[in-house]
């Protein structure tokens, strides 16, 4: 078993131009890791992460968009499998970290904690799914994942983490949008 | 029970028009999870026309996300669904069209609707709370029932994009 932050750690220095979307406690943690304008936090409808990284990827297919997704968010718009595979953006990367709880929500378990990710996202049709339990293994395989054509998929099977401060304002700060709108649409 | 007034108490409308309107408002995307009302008037000819891509999705909400991650990169979509996906998607609607103010533009049918009745005067409890609830939420909203409303379209998406601010339009007519 992984720890979340651990893997963000590892995936940071992969990170260049891509746009990266969080949402709740994967954003909480991926904003401190790495602070960063092409950063896209989404709070207040949970589980639409996955879609607002498809709208970013349909709208600028020359940048690559990471998806940072959590198991309780997924499970609120698991459909979003299914249309990101029909739409198959090449230039998506969808990874949920698996912990089985609602974080953000208390801790709670998700309805069935074992549910296999990996494996709806292979039989909704991504081009590449993964499934990582050990930080290993990730470290030496995030590079390629995040070079492949899309849709790629990756469940990451973490530990639930520490409490965490979710900073909702931060997170949901209007500036940092407008930057963000700024800094994706800047052509090279 | 009261009656549309003017010209939406009778009349035709021309899903070709419509098409046309949206076509001319600079949108490139139309986002959708099928709805009788406009099946085959908007949303079989939309399938079928290269200058709109269509994206199929699986529940209603989707949408909302899609089209505010493609408004952060100039790209403008419409989203046609039904008014119990519209009902379903109320919380996405509040969070990022209203409170993110994202430029939302959602284009609903009005399931088992009376065109010759005006929305708020319908029988039908969903269809009756659709303009009060867009209302209580700041949503501009404007009928669609005959040809000559089509010409409200491309203004309000205009605006809409211009002010990034949601807009609903409430199809109460299949069209033809």
């Known amino acids: 078993m992984m720890k979340r932050d651990e893997c963000f750690r590892v995936l940071a220095r992969h990170i260049t131009d891509e746009a990266v979307v969080a949402t709740y406690s994967s954003a909480v943690d991926w904003v401190e890791i790495a602070p960063r304008v092409l950063n896209y936090t989404s709070i207040g409808a949970m589980g639409l992460d996955s879609s607002h990284g498809l709208g970013l990827a349909l709208g600028r297919p020359d940048k690559r968009v990471v998806v940072l997704q959590g198991d309780g968010s997924l499970l609120m718009n698991l459909g979003s499998l299914v249309t990101i595979a029909a739409v198959a953006p090449k230039n998506l990367i969808h990874l949920v970290t698996h912990n089985g709880t609602y974080e953000a929500n208390g801790g709670h378990p998700i309805p069935y904690p074992k549910v296999d990710f990996a494996g709806a996202a292979r039989a909704a049709g991504y081009a590449a799914v993964y499934d990582f339990s050990n930080i290993d293994v990730f470290t030496q395989q995030v590079g390629y994942l995040l070079g492949q054509d899309g849709p790629v998929f990756a469940t990451l099977h973490v530990e639930p983490s520490k409490a965490l401060t979710y900073d909702y304002p931060s997170l949901y700060d209007p500036a940092k949008r407008r930057a963000f709108k700024a800094a994706w649409q800047a052509r090279d | ?115 010759e009745l005006a929305p708020r005067a319908s029988p039908r409890y969903g269809v009756r709370i659709v303009e009060p609830i867009l209302d209580d939420m700041g949503i501009p909203h ?21 002010e990034s601010a949601p807009v609903a339009f409430l199809v109460g007519r299949s069209p033809t």
């Open chain 2, 1 to 115: 029970m009261p009656g549309v007034s003017g010209a939406a108490a009778s009349g035709a409308l021309n899903g070709g028009g419509i098409i046309a309107a949206i076509k001319s408002s600079g949108i490139e995307y139309v986002l959708s999870v099928p709805d009788i009302v406009t099946s085959s008037g908007l949303l079989r000819p939309i399938a079928q026309d290269p200058e709109l891509r269509l994206i199929r999705v699986c529940k209603e909400d989707e949408c909302i996300g899609i089209a505010s991650g493609l408004s952060y990169c100039d790209k403008r979509a419409l989203i046609l669904i039904q008014h119990t996906g519209f009902l379903d998607s109320l919380n996405a609607i509040r969070g990022i069209a209203v409170e993110y103010k994202q430029p939302i533009c959602m284009m609903v049918g009005l399931l088992q609707h009376d065109p």
């Open chain 2, 142 to 162: 404007h009928l669609i029932g005959v040809d000559a409303d089509v010409a409200k379209i491309q203004p309000a998406i205009d605006k809409a994009y211009a």
